[in-house]
């Protein structure tokens, strides 16, 4: 199975301060046909994870620009240009390049 | 707008089994692969199974496999998740999510549903 690492696991951001958390996978997650899967998700207090981006750097339908996603191989990198209250939660990478789909261990932020 | 709705969670002691169900809506359920996630209370996510548009694929982490089932009835736009010799590390909250084709991630999620293994 393909292991998921995230760093840090726990993040104290001012508001309208960059934040920055890293995922690496155990091997590479580009797929035979080119594309890398690897994922990130939110999950707020109280409610089920949503995704922010996928295929390293797609930034899904409804989220803001302060997200990107960056990175190829084995080392991904999620990035908020200016943190704000709403972005509290729990940040996850998932690789589904192959079975079984496996989860980073997530990465809390908190607002200073 | 898409729908996901878990139920049958509840209380169950160790070595019982419970069945989870998972109603989709405003979708067309038999187009997508599903999955099932879990999350141990105050714990992180953990992928679980996952079963194919047409039913004819099924895999699972190895911590389930034998013990755990998913099924879908597409007629009926339900997913469910047979879950029997249920232990205390299985004590989590279920949630199943809709797989967006070709590009393998979950695009929407139910609000999940809790399953305690107790004595």
């Known amino acids: 199975d393909i292991v998921m690492t995230q760093t840090p696991l726990s993040l104290s951001v001012t508001p309208g301060q960059p934040a920055s958390i890293s995922c690496k996978s155990s091997?590479?997650?580009?797929?035979?046909?080119?594309?890398?899967?690897l994922c990130w998700y939110l999950q707020k207090p109280g409610q089920p994870p949503q995704v922010l981006i996928s295929?390293?750097?797609n930034r899904f339908s409804g989220v803001p620009d302060r997200f990107s996603g960056s990175g190829s191989g084995t080392d991904f990198t999620l990035e908020i240009s200016r943190v704000e209250a709403e972005d509290v939660g729990v940040y996850y990478c998932i690789q589904s390049m192959q079975l079984p789909y496996t989860f980073g261990q997530g990465t809390k932020l908190e607002i200073k | 707008q898409v729908q996901l709705v878990e139920s049958g969670g509840g209380v169950v002691q160790p070595g019982r089994s419970l069945r989870l169900s998972c109603a989709a809506s405003?979708?067309?359920?038999?187009?997508?692969?599903m999955h099932w996630v879990r999350q141990a209370p105050g714990k992180g996510l953990e992928w679980v199974a996952v079963?194919?548009?047409?039913?004819?694929?099924?895999f699972y982490i190895d911590s389930v496999k034998g013990r755990f089932t998913v099924s879908r009835d597409n007629s009926r736009n339900t997913l469910y998740l047979q879950m029997n010799s249920l232990r205390a590390e299985d004590t989590a909250v279920y949630f199943c999510a809709r797989e967006k084709p070709i590009q393998y991630y979950f695009d929407n999620w139910g609000q999940g549903t809790l399953v305690t293994v107790s004595s």
């Open positions: 295929e390293v750097s």
């Open positions: 405003a979708f067309t359920f038999s187009n997508y692969a």
């Open positions: 079963i194919s548009y047409d039913g004819s694929k099924d």
């Open positions: 091997q590479s997650l580009l797929h035979s046909d080119g594309k890398t899967y």
